[in-house]
């Protein structure tokens, strides 16, 4: 299947700081990107979708200002936490399709271990 | 998209198969069915997908019912490493859909 990475895999940070997750799509291009936050023990919640050259849609009860998605090209996304708080501490999951032999299957990052302290 | 109904745990003896059901009784008739599985702190991993007739890969089987409201996920000989959770969820199969995940199963292969 095709290959996309994220990037860091795990990183701690300070309450108040801003942190960035790259999400790329390694052997095919994407047109689309999907961002997912999965707390302990619970499945995996969609934040918001992304389409090249286009601002991300983002799902209810999620904040646009706070979890600013960039899909600049297609091959990259990224996910910036703005001003991280300890609740912001979650798993986060980018996936992505639009390979040219796309039938519609999503292929999924290894996922972004957030800890804020 | 359709909500899937699947049970919440499985166990299944190393070497044998692993038979994973899902209900998605309310399925359109452009909407596929897709399985996934999650191993613990890693992104979920595709599996397989099929929209009414039955499907095998390197990794699994996937058995549709006729009228598409239900499906089976079958592992043929499970391993220790396929111990995750596996997700079943349907979609329509363009790639800017979403995919919304339910709860799924946890599968435990016991040695």
């Known amino acids: 299947g095709a290959v996309v990475s994220q990037h860091p895999s795990r990183v701690i940070c300070k309450s108040g700081t801003s942190v960035k997750i790259e999400c790329r799509s390694l052997d095919f291009q994407a047109t689309t990107m999907f961002w997912y936050r999965q707390f302990p023990k619970q499945s995996l919640m969609l934040m918001a979708t992304s389409n090249e050259g286009s601002k991300a849609t983002y799902e209810q009860g999620v904040e646009k200002d706070k979890f600013l998605i960039n899909h600049a090209s297609l091959t990259l996304s990224t996910l910036t936490v703005t001003s991280a708080h300890p609740e912001d501490s979650s798993f986060y999951i980018c996936?992505?399709?639009?390979?040219?032999?796309?039938?519609?299957?999503?292929?999924f990052g290894e996922g972004s271990r957030l800890t804020v302290l | 998209d359709a909500k899937t109904t699947q049970p919440p745990s499985m166990d299944c003896a190393e070497g044998r198969a692993a038979n994973l059901p899902c209900n998605h009784s309310?399925?359109?008739?452009?909407?596929?069915v897709y399985w996934y599985r999650q191993i613990h702190s890693q992104g979920p991993q595709y599996i397989i997908h099929g929209l009414k007739n039955n499907e095998t890969n390197e990794m699994a089987s996937l058995i549709i019912t006729e009228d598409r409201k239900s499906s089976t996920l079958i592992l043929p000989h499970a391993t220790l490493r396929d111990t995750a959770v596996y997700y079943c969820?349907?979609?329509?199969?363009?790639?800017?859909?979403?995919?919304?995940f339910g709860e799924g199963t946890q599968l435990t292969v016991n040695p």
């Open positions: 996936s992505a399709s639009g390979g040219a032999s796309s039938t519609g299957e999503l292929f």
């Open positions: 969820i349907v979609r329509v199969a363009t790639s800017g859909s979403r995919l919304t």
């Open positions: 309310t399925i359109s008739g452009n909407e596929y």
